[in-house]
């Protein structure tokens, strides 16, 4: 078997494994052990190691934060939104200026998640922020244990951390007002328009927020592509009712290594086979076996299509603002 098609039978392996555990463990949504599995997939496994530990180090650390700043602010919409844009600004920024960038990101879009589950639905606080940490936990396990058992080691050095220069560190400034805006407008037309899945639209928009503009547009595009294949595929998949495990298995596992092949490809299209692998599996994994109806489906496929509509619009007003900005701050000294 080839390297590509190992790797995609291993990242999509290590996604059944933690659909199964999550299922086994009773978790609220198994859908995020699966995620976590096909994130941190990969043929490398010192870059396996590296990204599972930054994943379970930053989700563990923000659950408590998370849950705590619930617990203070709620009953305060108008605080927990601006605490959110505020968390999650930060998380971009911290993003390009550590060394543990990966567990930056993931902190600030853990937080986000504590901070929606806060205000959609409070009673249940504690046990999302609990099985968040399981679920993230189950995902990396299994990905670690397919890549153990079934993939290669190839060996590629991490690419280690390099400070950012004046200009890209303007540009992550930028990303953050960026996101914090479009935040801000989700929360508020959530507020006043009863949008689906609130929570899948926060976290797509943290998802395709870059500090390079060209490819923010270009991953949020790309994401309303894999949306479409991927959500598409497993929207399909879940209307045909397959009761049968064996059956969901085979056609789960069938879809996920059709994606990984694009996902870890040397293409143009990678971030569609990796977005398509996301959309594929919260269309796939619901509940504590294969889905019985399309319903919270076909929301929390809108909620992340509505997340890149807002990204792209905000992207839109803000541009020509933040274009004169960095022209200002970057213009040369006058002599003299």
């Excluded at 390099?162 to 508020?188: D, F, K, S």
């Excluded at 976290?203 to 490819?215: H, K, M, N, Q």
Aim: include cysteine; aromatic fraction near 8%.
């Amino acid at each position: 078997m080839i390297g590509g098609e190992r790797q995609a039978l291993v990242a999509a392996t290590g996604c059944w494994l933690a659909a199964v555990l999550a299922f086994w463990a009773g978790t609220s949504d198994p859908w995020w052990a699966c995620i976590s599995a096909w994130v941190v997939a990969n043929p490398n496994r010192d870059a396996l190691v590296l990204k599972s530990g930054m994943r379970v180090a930053g989700t563990l650390i923000a659950c408590i934060l998370g849950y705590n700043l619930a617990l203070v602010l709620e009953g305060q919409p108008v605080a927990q939104a601006l605490v959110l844009a505020a968390v999650s600004m930060a998380g971009i920024v911290m993003r390009y200026r550590s060394r543990f960038d990966y567990a930056w990101l993931l902190g600030s879009i853990t937080v986000a998640m504590a901070l929606v589950g806060s205000m959609t639905d409070p009673a249940t606080l504690y046990a999302f922020v609990v099985y968040r940490g399981l679920e993230i936990c189950i995902g990396v396990f299994a990905a670690m244990a397919a890549a153990l058992v079934l993939g290669v080691d190839q060996q590629e050095k991490p690419k280690g951390f390099e400070p950012g220069r004046e200009e890209e560190r303007l540009q992550a400034l930028h990303a953050a007002i960026i996101a914090g805006t479009a935040l801000l407008a989700g929360m508020t037309l959530w507020s006043w328009y009863d949008l689906p899945s609130i929570l899948q639209i926060v976290i797509s928009i943290l998802a395709v927020v870059d500090r390079d503009i060209a490819v923010m547009r270009a991953k949020s595009l790309q994401r309303i592509l894999g949306c479409v294949v991927g959500g598409g595929a497993g929207l399909a998949i879940t209307a045909m009712g397959v009761s049968s495990f064996f059956v969901w298995s085979i056609l789960f596992l069938a879809g996920l290594v059709a994606l990984a092949h694009l996902y870890h490809g040397r293409g143009a299209y990678t971030y569609v086979g990796a977005q398509g692998g996301f959309a594929f599996i919260l269309a796939m994994v619901t509940g504590t076996g294969p889905p019985d109806t399309i319903a919270p489906v076909v929301e929390r496929v809108a909620g992340m299509l509505i997340g890149v509509a807002i990204v792209l619009a905000v992207l839109a007003v803000l541009r020509p603002v933040l274009t004169a900005h960095r022209a200002a701050v970057l213009a040369p000294a006058p002599p003299g």
